[in-house]
């Protein structure tokens, strides 16, 4: 089955939303595909116990109901070609045909491997808010926050919400850089204001710039960190321990696809022009995708983007609106900066990939990530090197690799059964 | 200019295995492989153990490997699973060529059975029911290729071979060039499968892309390394491309499925139509692999010679050249004895079995 639209949009957070809403403004027939079962994407994540955060919770159900625009929830992209995507939900699996496409499937944690953190009980900053959210229970426990980045705060706000005890957020940039970013956020009143009610909600939990997290301790569970502050290694006894070191676009879609990648920093990000073009006729990209810059910049990109894509006219008041927003992510990326000490944490017992159970020190020797994955199986598990390749090529041991289809596990019967009678899809 | 006895181009499964046959001999020797080592056809490679039986020279080079291969059982690198080849007939004509194939066999020593319709079933309970029976051939094996290459590259090293690490830009008078225009000299073997013709273009070498599929763990499903008694039609029929039913247990627990065959198709992207086709064969065997997940999609380049055999020996015409490449699907079966063969005619002994069906002169003629 074969279903056509004028606009396929990728990722219902805030950019493919504001897409959606966009183009469908427009007339334009929109198919909006999320794997999640509501839209919000990570920072607008429903919570099944506070629902969707005021401002999500504002436009979310009427553009996911919006007559022209067919929400897809629950469903995974496994492959596209040339105009068309593979998808497949919890029953099956079809393909979606568009005339434009618009790529708006964010980023995802990056975990950057240290002794323990695999025990249960580690989880990632983002991860933490995701499993709370879905109500994980988190009553009475004690945990730390610790990594880097202002999302550190939002999770720390997540688990209190949800009844945590958290001891502390530990933040690895030092102390003067965190108070260089604070100096500049006048500039962007939004987030200062945001900043200001985090910090509100977080009084009396103990904020430690320069701090890392050197061990997870616990035998089958986590028991206890090590925590390195300047003040010296102290022990720290918790329950959970949630780890951010920052986010990694999911390009894997647009390399797919072809798109030319932005190859200035380690992980890569979809080179676009200012209407959100990327190098491939018809595909548009926004968000995360372009360069981690949070939820303001993905909303005004996917506001541009729905509108050019459907050759509607792009105000320059959001273009101006684009380029402050995308200065913010600058401003973020330079000041929480990974220190050298996040890059030694781990030791050469310390597993890479924990799908398959390999550990640093067995990909010494090798000249590439192929080499050491042929002779280790080093991503070569279920998720294909997304976690052990971000990390080693955030660690400086070897660069990214390229797309490995499917985009994700995908039901042989998805790929293996003949899909027959394409005809005109209709709208919800 | 450094002096080897003998200078091996590439280190896939043929290459690292001509490596261990000629260090063990006590050669002066050099590697040249750019690239990771069984990175190229042997990576992609599914890694089975099987005697094709169809071509009798090709019988005799694939039973005389598989003999060689039960020194590597106890490698752990190697990963041998002994799993045994069931082979599947769909139909009562299927089933009447196994009496034929079973003579074959014999005739060289392989032992194998004839399986019954109910015996198959107790073997292999996953199998579409209406199927006519099999014929098991119980100690073959799967491996797992790069690891073999990088443990027969590993054994050669040891011995004292070195490796370089840089590509042959050419063959000089005597010896090769590297890409850093530095020179090797001494006799000359080309093991570089696919790419053949870029050193010896007088050696026809078709590319035949190939398809895999491999699942998330699913222990138990499976238990024999499982072919289509059709398989052979095409693996050796000339179609522009085609579709077996070939299926693995890897001792993983994962579940490796082949195969596809295409001329013509230099491009290395996975081909979905193709991957389809590959996939409604094999559900119409094992139909309960339909809701198992698969992780990864991969190609790979089988390297086919003008004949479908091997070259194995001296390159007509050249001096202190030898050949080993044009294993086709058959590569990490036969390694072992092709390169047994090359380097015992390299050092002018006798050989175990006949090497003149793969004397690379019977092209070049």
């Keep these: 089955?074969?279903?056509?639209?004028?606009?396929?949009?990728?990722?219902?957070?805030?950019?493919?939303?504001?897409?959606?809403?966009?183009?469908?403004?427009?007339?334009?027939?929109?198919?909006?595909?999320?794997?999640?079962?509501?839209?919000?994407?990570?920072?607008?994540?429903?919570?099944?116990?506070?629902?969707?955060?005021?401002?999500?919770?504002?436009?979310?159900?009427?553009?996911?109901?919006?007559?022209?625009?067919?929400?897809?929830?629950?469903?995974?992209?496994?492959?596209?070609?040339?105009?068309?995507?593979?998808?497949?939900?919890?029953?099956?699996?079809?393909?979606?045909?568009?005339?434009?496409?618009?790529?708006?499937?964010?980023?995802?944690?990056?975990?950057?491997?240290?002794?323990?953190?695999?025990?249960?009980?580690?989880?990632?900053?983002?991860?933490?808010q995701a499993l709370a959210k879905q109500g994980w229970p988190l009553h009475g426990r004690r945990a730390v926050i610790a990594g880097s980045g202002p999302l550190l705060l939002a999770a720390a706000v997540t688990a209190k919400r949800h009844g945590a005890q958290v001891l502390g957020i530990y933040e690895q940039a030092d102390a003067a850089s965190v108070h260089r970013f604070a100096r500049g956020l006048w500039r962007w009143p939004g987030k200062a204001l945001q900043a200001v009610s985090l910090r509100g909600q977080l009084a009396g939990i103990p904020y430690h710039c320069g701090s890392v997290v050197r061990e997870a301790l616990g035998t089958d569970t986590l028991q206890a960190i090590e925590v390195e502050t300047p003040r010296g290694s102290e022990p720290l006894s918790c329950d959970l321990l949630a780890i951010g070191f920052g986010l990694v676009p999911n390009i894997e879609l647009a390399q797919m696809l072809g798109c030319r990648l932005n190859e200035a920093g380690v992980h890569g990000r979809v080179e676009v022009d200012t209407m959100q073009r990327s190098s491939v006729p018809g595909v548009y990209?926004?968000?995360?995708?372009?360069?981690?810059?949070?939820?303001?910049?993905?909303?005004?990109?996917?506001?541009?983007?729905?509108?050019?894509?459907?050759?509607?006219?792009?105000?320059?008041?959001?273009?101006?609106?684009?380029?402050?927003?995308?200065?913010?992510?600058?401003?973020?990326?330079?000041?929480?900066?990974?220190?050298?000490?996040?890059?030694?944490?781990?030791?050469?017992?310390?597993?890479?990939?924990?799908?398959?159970?390999?550990?640093?020190?067995?990909?010494?020797?090798?000249?590439?990530?192929?080499?050491?994955?042929?002779?280790?199986?080093c991503g070569m598990g279920a998720c294909q090197g997304r976690i052990c390749g971000s990390a080693l090529a955030e660690l400086g041991i070897f660069p990214r690799g390229g797309s490995r289809p499917p985009l994700f596990p995908v039901r042989l019967s998805t790929l293996g059964d003949p899909i027959s009678n394409p005809h005109q899809g209709s709208c919800s | 200019m450094k002096s080897y006895d003998l200078i091996i181009v590439g280190a896939g499964i043929i290459g690292t295995a001509c490596a261990d046959v000629a260090s063990a001999a006590g050669l002066k020797l050099a590697i040249v492989e750019p690239q990771a080592i069984g990175g190229g056809a042997t990576a992609a490679a599914m890694g089975h153990l099987v005697a094709m039986d169809d071509d009798p020279a090709e019988l005799a080079l694939s039973h005389y490997s598989l003999q060689l291969w039960e020194a590597f059982t106890d490698v752990a690198q190697i990963e041998y699973s002994r799993c045994g080849t069931l082979w599947v007939a769909s139909n009562e004509n299927e089933l009447a060529s196994i009496p034929a194939k079973l003579a074959r066999l014999a005739a060289v020593g392989v032992h194998a059975e004839l399986i019954e319709r109910q015996r198959l079933y107790q073997l292999e309970p996953a199998l579409a029911p209406g199927l006519a029976g099999g014929m098991r051939v119980l100690r073959e094996a799967v491996v797992y290729p790069p690891g073999a290459a990088r443990h027969l590259l590993d054994r050669a090293l040891a011995r004292g071979a070195t490796l370089y690490p840089r590509q042959a830009t050419a063959l000089t008078r005597n010896g090769v060039e590297l890409d850093d225009r530095s020179m090797l000299s001494g006799p000359v073997l080309v093991a570089t499968g696919a790419a053949l013709p870029r050193l010896l273009p007088q050696l026809p070498m078709r590319q035949r892309k190939g398809h895999l599929v491999i699942t998330d763990r699913h222990p138990g499903i499976v238990h024999h390394q499982l072919l289509e008694l059709g398989y052979a039609d095409s693996a050796h029929g000339d179609a522009d491309s085609s579709v077996a039913f070939n299926v693995q247990p890897r001792p993983t627990g994962q579940i490796l499925i082949g195969s596809s065959r295409e001329y013509g198709s230099d491009d290395s992207a996975v081909s979905m139509p193709m991957v389809q086709r590959m996939l409604e064969r094999c559900f119409h065997y094992l139909p309960g692999l339909r809701d198992l997940q698969a992780l990864r999609i991969w190609t790979g380049f089988r390297p086919v010679s003008a004949d479908g055999r091997p070259y194995l020996g001296r390159v007509p015409g050249a001096q202190n050249v030898w050949v080993a490449a044009?294993?086709?699907?058959?590569?990490?079966?036969?390694?072992?004895g092709s390169a047994r063969l090359v380097i015992d005619q390299l050092l002018s002994q006798s050989t175990a079995i006949d090497a003149s069906p793969y004397d690379p002169a019977r092209i070049a003629a």
């Design chain 1, 1 to 128: 089955m074969t279903e056509r639209y004028d606009v396929a949009i990728v990722g219902a957070g805030p950019g493919g939303l504001a897409a959606a809403r966009a183009a469908a403004s427009q007339g334009a027939r929109v198919a909006l595909i999320d794997a999640q079962a509501h839209a919000g994407g990570q920072v607008w994540r429903k919570d099944i116990e506070h629902g969707w955060p005021r401002r999500a919770q504002a436009c979310i159900p009427r553009i996911v109901e919006h007559p022209r625009i067919h929400w897809l929830a629950q469903t995974q992209v496994v492959h596209a070609d040339a105009g068309a995507l593979l998808l497949e939900n919890e029953t099956q699996a079809w393909r979606v045909a568009y005339d434009t496409l618009i790529l708006a499937n964010g980023a995802r944690e990056l975990l950057l491997p240290f002794p323990g953190w695999t025990l249960p009980g580690v989880t990632g900053a983002g991860g933490l």
């Design chain 1, 285 to 377: 990209a926004v968000g995360e995708l372009c360069g981690i810059g949070g939820r303001d910049s993905a909303w005004i990109e996917g506001l541009i983007a729905g509108h050019a894509a459907v050759g509607a006219k792009v105000q320059a008041r959001w273009l101006r609106r684009q380029r402050h927003a995308r200065e913010f992510a600058e401003s973020l990326q330079h000041h929480f900066k990974l220190s050298t000490r996040v890059r030694a944490m781990a030791r050469p017992d310390t597993l890479v990939c924990r799908c398959e159970d390999v550990p640093l020190q067995a990909l010494r020797g090798h000249a590439d990530a192929r080499s050491a994955k042929l002779a280790t199986r």
């Design chain 2, 326 to 336: 044009g294993h086709e699907g058959l590569g990490i079966t036969t390694s072992l």
